[in-house]
């Protein structure tokens, strides 16, 4: 099986379209810190993108869930991998993702973040496929872009762990 790969976002755009968000964000948080909250593994890049452009202190941690496999349905299943390292009580916490697709990760990881009692619990994902969406009460604060009902790779995103390293956002075509 060959794969083929149609470039959807290319990496000028996706650069662009982070930094406007980065501004954002540093408007909005102006005169705080921010505590970035890095779901592994996808979100890596986008985190590490959206950081460097942020100008407010910022502090990170990451954490780990499944709710694929190696698939490309989700199961529907969720399930902590790694915790974080530090408490979040009290903070201005933004969680990173790479891409809502049907809510499910996000609609179990903000309700565990929100028992913690951060002084706020924000969202910003690189990719929304609102089409997908079944849990409606996740909250998106920060959207980068907002994709048809596609399997996209590239920017931290994988099919079966291949293709996080591409610069810019693909459509992954199996022939
Ligand atoms: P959700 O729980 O259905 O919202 O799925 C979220 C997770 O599924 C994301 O964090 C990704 O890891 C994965 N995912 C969803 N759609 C895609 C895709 O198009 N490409 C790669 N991974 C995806
Ligand atoms: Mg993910």
Redo the contacts with the bound molecule.
Sequence with gaps: MSDRIRVLIPEEKVNQRIGEIAAQINHDYEGKSIHLIC?LK??VFFTTELAKRLTIPVTMDFMSCS??GAG?V?KGI?KLIKDLDEPIEGRDVLVI??????????AYLMNLLQDRKPASLELATL?D?PA?RVHHEVKVKYTCFEIDD????GCG???DQRYRNLPYIGVLEQD
């Excluded at 993702?97 to 996000?106: A, M, V």
């Excluded at 596609?150 to 790779?153: A, K």
């Design positions: 779901i996808g979100s709710s694929y490309t989700s969720v993702e790479d891409i809502i697709d049907s809510g499910n990760t996000l990719l496929k997908r596609l399997f996209v790779v995103m994988d099919a």
